[in-house]
């Protein structure tokens, strides 16, 4: 069964901190695997995906990386700011062809960031 | 931008009670899907469809019907609230298919109390 890992369950840090949070899957095949930021009473907004040829890729003050071999990502934060509160959610898909819809999702890992 | 609509935000049904929760996109986005959020789990798939007049079941679908009628709108039907249903329902529409490099958009959810 496919399954999506995500470590820690939560995290609290400092406003201006750097975090790193932490994705394992175990999905095949591998097509690609996204990374959702969701607030407090919202639905699930995508920062990035990634396919099996990328390694890093980065949006503003968010890089994700990806290790296929290993099934591992990560999401990194850096210069953490109030708003980046949030369940950081991975998600991955795999690759059933044409007109199947397989989408394994994580927990999630709730970020707290204080002043 | 409209997005995904999802109508209520808030619902509390007696048990026993059947009601419709409304999604609407106005992207023109072929697919379209049913999600709930449960404490502790990752977002389970209840249906989905890859277009108007087609549906099909995902990983949690017992208790729920839907129908496409046309590519706008997708709407959730429970036919007898139980308990067991009380979740937070998420609707979320795409392009193509989550193998390739689509993004899913969330409505802002439904929040549903069977009692």
């Known amino acids: 069964k496919n399954q999506v890992e995500q470590s820690p369950q939560s995290l609290i840090i400092l406003e201006g901190k750097n975090c790193t949070l932490q994705?394992?899957?175990?999905?095949?095949?591998?097509?690609?695997l996204r990374w959702y930021k969701q607030d407090t009473g919202r639905g699930p907004v995508s920062l990035t995906i990634?396919?099996?040829?990328?390694n890093t890729k980065s949006n503003g003050r968010y890089t994700a990386t990806l290790d296929a071999d290993t099934k591992q990502s990560s999401l990194h934060i850096t210069a953490s700011q109030l708003s980046d509160s949030a369940s950081y959610i991975c998600?991955?898909?795999?690759?059933?062809?044409?007109?199947?819809?397989?989408?394994?999702f994580g927990k999630g890992t709730k970020l707290s960031v204080i002043p | 931008n409209a997005g995904v609509t999802q109508t209520p935000k808030f619902q509390v049904l007696k048990t026993g009670q059947s009601m419709t929760l409304q999604c609407a996109q106005d992207?023109?986005?072929?697919?379209m899907s049913w999600y709930r959020q449960d404490p502790g789990m990752g977002l389970r798939l209840i249906h989905y469809?890859?277009?108007?007049?087609?549906?099909d079941q995902g990983e949690v679908p017992n208790g729920y019907n839907v129908s496409r009628s046309t590519t706008e709108d997708f709407p959730l039907r429970l036919l007898s609230a139980a308990p067991s249903q009380t979740s937070v329902y998420f609707c979320?529409?795409?392009?193509?298919?989550?193998?390739?490099?689509?993004?899913?958009?969330f409505g802002q959810g439904t929040r549903l109390t069977v009692v």
């Open positions: 990634m396919t099996f040829s990328e």
């Open positions: 998600v991955v898909s795999d690759l059933k062809g044409a007109g199947s819809y397989q989408l394994t």
């Open positions: 979320a529409s795409s392009y193509g298919t989550p193998e390739g490099d689509t993004e899913a958009f």
């Open positions: 994705c394992n899957y175990t999905v095949s095949p591998f097509s690609n």
């Open positions: 992207m023109n986005h072929e697919y």
């Open positions: 469809s890859v277009g108007a007049g087609i549906t």
